[in-house]
C-alpha cells in the first residue's frame, strides 16, 4: 500500500479561507507550511508562529473540509464517476444546511485530490463575509 500523506491546500485555497475566516494556530490545529508571497516556509510544530498579515496558514485539505463542515454547516462530498467499474474522473457536490441546498458540479478532476481542492474553493465561495 502507498504511503498516504495529507495533501496542504493550495496559496489560492489559503488566501481564501483566510478571506473566509479560517484561522489557524499551533493551540488549535498544528501548522504545517504557511505562505508567505506564494513561497512557502517550512518549520516545526514548536516554532515559530506569527499574526501577520503577510503569512497564510496552510493548512491539510481535511482541515479545512472540517471546518467547513463544523463552522458554516457546509458539506464536501467527493465522488468516482465510473465507467465499466473503473474510475474515469472525480466529481464532488456541495450540501448546506439551507433548506438542504446543495451544489453540483460540473468540474471534472483526474484525481480526488483535485476535485476535493476545487470543491473548497466553490464551498468557500458560499461563505459571505
Known amino acids: 500500500m502507498k504511503n498516504m500523506e495529507e495533501k496542504l491546500?493550495?496559496?489560492k485555497t489559503a488566501k481564501l479561507a483566510r478571506e473566509k475566516g479560517f484561522i489557524l494556530n499551533k493551540e488549535n490545529e498544528p501548522i504545517f507550511e504557511?505562505?508567505?508571497e506564494d513561497t512557502k516556509l517550512y518549520y516545526d510544530?514548536?516554532?515559530w508562529v506569527s499574526n501577520s498579515t503577510d503569512i497564510i496558514y496552510a493548512p491539510t485539505q481535511s482541515l479545512l473540509q472540517r471546518w467547513l463542515r463544523e463552522e458554516h454547516k457546509i458539506t464536501l462530498v467527493?465522488?468516482?464517476?465510473l465507467r465499466n467499474g473503473k474510475v474515469v474522473q472525480w466529481e464532488f457536490d456541495i450540501y448546506t444546511d439551507l433548506a438542504d441546498a446543495y451544489y453540483e458540479s460540473d468540474i471534472n478532476s483526474n484525481t480526488y485530490e483535485l476535485a476535493l481542492e476545487q470543491g473548497l474553493?466553490?464551498?468557500l465561495n458560499l461563505i459571505e463575509i
Open 9 to 11: 491546500i493550495s496559496f
Open 121 to 123: 474553493i466553490e464551498a
Open 78 to 81: 467527493i465522488y468516482p464517476s
Open 34 to 36: 504557511i505562505y508567505l
Open 45 to 47: 510544530s514548536d516554532g
